[in-house]
Structure formats: C-alpha cells, structure tokens
C-alpha cells in the first residue's frame, strides 16, 4: 500500500509473497494472487479474481475471473466468468 497499490479489503484478500504488484494497481476484496505474479501499472483487479503463475500487462480491469500460468496483454479487460489457462 505504502508502493502506491490499493487494497480495498486487506482482510478479504490473499496476496502471496512471490507477487510483484505496479503502482496505482487497486486490488479488491475476494482475490488471491499467488504463485509468481507479476501486476502492471493502474490495474484494476476484483473482486473475486484468482490468479496463479500469471502476468497482467499495464491497465488491465479483471472482474471475477480466474488465470493460471496465463499472460494478459496491456490494455486488457478480462470479463467476468472468463477462464484462462496458459
């Protein structure tokens, strides 16, 4: 938080240690992100995303969704329901 990331609900969320998140990210309440991640710059992640052994390229919005060992690509909206597997 004090590396300019947004974590709305820090009690609802999971983030694990191998995870690297960019400034101006807002994660919200009901997401884990574990594995070796790595979240661009001014994402919006949440609620209730799952992301394992992933990239998030810059300004991406993902809404309840699930990505494992996937890359999402800069200026992405993954919508809700989605399912990624990379």
């Known amino acids: 938080m004090s590396d300019g990331v947004t974590i709305t609900c820090p009690q609802n969320t999971f983030i694990g240690p191998d995870v690297t998140i960019s400034p101006d990210t807002t994660v919200y309440p009901g997401t884990m992100i574990s594995g070796k991640c ?5 994402c919006v992640i949440g609620p209730n995303c799952r992301i394992n052994n992933a990239s998030i390229g810059n300004n991406c919005r993902l809404e309840a969704c699930v990505i494992d060992k996937g890359k999402i690509a ?8 989605s399912f990624i597997e990379g």
């Open 74 to 81: 800069d200026n992405s909206k993954v919508e809700p329901f």
């Open 38 to 42: 790595s979240i661009g710059r001014d």
